[in-house]
């Protein structure tokens, strides 16, 4: 079992910066690519990010390209999602995932998931 805590989330102005923190704990971190996935009301869950489990490699959907940057510290188990040029389309709830292997875009791949963090970005 791997547990996911995600922290950071907050009310921003569009325009604005936020940081993601997802904290690991059970098995060994090192051995799991980590993935970033969002939740608007109404919509399905969408990739965001992803990164190797030992950071060499990453993922991005276009919609953030250029905008948000992934990545992760083994040594205190955390992945990170730096979040600048929010848009008021960037709100909803951001969930951490990870998964055995290399790192993919698709939600099925990802084995464990924390609970969320709301992100909100006003206009």
């Known amino acids: 079992q791997v547990q996911l805590v995600e922290s950071g989330g907050g009310l921003v102005q569009a325009g604005g910066s936020l940081r993601l923190s997802c904290a690991a704990s059970?098995?060994?971190?090192?051995?799991?690519?980590m993935g970033w996935f969002r939740q608007a009301p109404g919509k399905e869950r969408e990739f965001v990010a992803a990164?190797?489990?030992?950071?060499?490699?990453?993922l991005d959907a276009d919609s953030v390209k250029g905008r948000f940057t992934i990545s992760r510290d083994n040594a205190r188990n955390t992945v990170y999602l730096q979040m600048n040029s929010l848009k008021p389309e960037d709100t909803a709830v951001y969930y951490c995932?990870?998964?055995?292997?290399?790192?993919?875009?698709?939600?099925?791949?990802?084995?464990?998931w924390g609970q969320g963090t709301q992100v909100t970005v006003s206009s």
């Open positions: 995932a990870a998964s055995l292997g290399t790192p993919k875009s698709g939600s099925s791949w990802y084995d464990y």
């Open positions: 059970g098995r060994t971190f090192s051995n799991y690519a």
């Open positions: 990164v190797s489990s030992r950071g060499g490699s990453t």
